[in-house]
Nanobody, 121 residues
Framework: QVQLVESGGGLVQAGGSLRLSCAAS????????MGWFRQAPGREREFVARIWSGGTTDYTDSVKGRFTISRDNAKNTVYLQMNSLKPEDTAVYYCAAGRALEILRGRWDYWGQGTQVTVSS
């Protein structure tokens, strides 16, 4: 079992930056792929970024060049550095963890409770 706790959300002006953190419990953190998703009001949850156990990263097109996902296996933590924020980035951001084969089937095993990010214009 893995428990995920996000932090770092808040209110920021357009063009500003925030860094989200996701602390994971469990001894096998390094073996999991980690991801960030977001859900805006009235919209479905969408993929933002993921980092595989080996460090390879993927991003949705709308955040490429602005967001960076990273992980610190010694701290069991994954980060999402968000720069040049836009009002359309406003959403609840969720951290997720999963095994590679499950993720390739479209399934993430564990989810955090979410943290609100609000970008004002």
């Amino acid at each position: 079992q893995v428990q995920l706790v996000e932090s770092g959300g808040g209110l920021v002006q357009a063009g500003g930056s925030l860094r989200l953190s996701c602390a994971a419990s469990g001894r096998t953190f390094s073996s999991y792929a980690m991801g960030w998703f977001r859900q805006a009001p009235g919209r479905e949850r969408e993929f933002v970024a993921r980092i595989w156990s080996g460090g390879t990263t993927d991003y949705t097109d709308s955040v490429k060049g602005r967001f960076t996902i990273s992980r610190d296996n010694a701290k069991n933590t994954v980060y999402l550095q968000m720069n040049s924020l836009k009002p359309e980035d406003t959403a609840v951001y969720y951290c997720a963890a999963g095994r590679a084969l499950e993720i390739l089937r479209g399934r993430w095993d564990y989810w955090g409770q979410g943290t609100q990010v609000t970008v004002s214009s």
